[in-house]
């Protein structure tokens, strides 16, 4: 790695203190933590199937179809359970496993609306609700316009 000229070199009591500090602090169970991510997402996406099964079955609907309603449900879901404040402490052991999926999106969306209740419908819920899923939102929506416009200039 090399030292950037602008900064000053450690001294013996800092470096000591690096090696201690990096010698002291635990090391992330990354196996555990990617094992349990796995379990939870595709917990996730057995219950989104079930969901698309079920109304595929009990409204007669295509798999296209049954996809839209099952994944309202899912939202539905993901927000109850933050709402509930259980969503986060089912995340603390899931990790990504929820926050990838749309419980995820539903999770950011919930949690930044009851953070700024107190500051009314308006100006607390409509303007910070989208505060942390916006930028994604944005970037998805984005990205789709680009890839929707290649699309249309070069394969048609």
Known sequence: ????????????????????VRD???????????????LFGGLVAVIGQFFTDIYKITLNMSDKEAGNPAVATMIFIG??????????KIARYAGAGLAVPVTGFANSVTASALEFKKEGLVFGVGSKMFMLAGSVITF??????????IYALFVF
């Open 79 to 88: 927000a109850l359970l933050t709402g509930l404040g259980v969503f986060d």
């Open 1 to 20: 790695m090399a030292r950037d000229p602008k900064k000053k070199p450690l001294t013996v009591d800092q470096k000591r203190y690096t090696e201690m």
């Open 140 to 149: 998805g929506v984005v990205t789709a316009f680009f890839v929707g416009l």
């Open 24 to 38: 002291l602090v635990p090391r992330p169970p990354y196996l555990r933590n990617a094992a349990l991510a796995y």
